[in-house]
Nanobody, 116 residues
Framework: QVQLVESGGGLVQAGGSLRLSCVAS?????????MGWYRQVPGKERELVAS???????KYAASVKGRFTISRDNGKNTVNLQMNSLKPEDTAVYYC?????????WGQGTQVTVSS
């Protein structure tokens, strides 16, 4: 049973924009303490990109602050990540996560590639 479904990755030139979306099953979305995005480059640890906790106090990695914006659409059980001014170093597989009373869930990952 798929709990988190991501979309929106792709190839973009440096300076461009992409929007990632993550649709959660309703029971997970409603019970979530926090949702957000991690990213991972081969050979490196997964790093937190942005989080949207239930209190709305969003947090960002220093490397993306001012360029990325996380948002939450309660009507669509969705968390989005708007990525602007993309840089080659943003290239990674991006994973949506949901931390909830039901457990910790991950999406399947979506590739973002930024060409120089």
């Amino acid at each position: 049973q798929v709990q988190l479904v991501e979309s929106g990755g792709g190839l973009v030139q440096a300076g461009g924009s992409l929007r990632l979306s993550c649709v959660a099953s309703r029971n997970i979305f409603r019970s979530s303490v926090a949702m957000g995005w991690y990213r991972q480059v081969p050979g490196k640890e997964r790093e937190l990109v942005a989080s949207y906790p239930s209190d709305g106090d969003t947090k960002y990695a220093a490397s993306v602050k001012g360029r990325f914006t996380i948002s939450r659409d309660n009507g669509k059980n969705t968390v989005n990540l708007q990525m602007n001014s993309l840089k080659p170093e943003d290239t990674a597989v991006y994973y949506c996560y949901a931390s909830s009373a039901l457990g910790l869930f991950w999406g399947q990952g979506t590739q973002v590639t930024v060409s120089s």
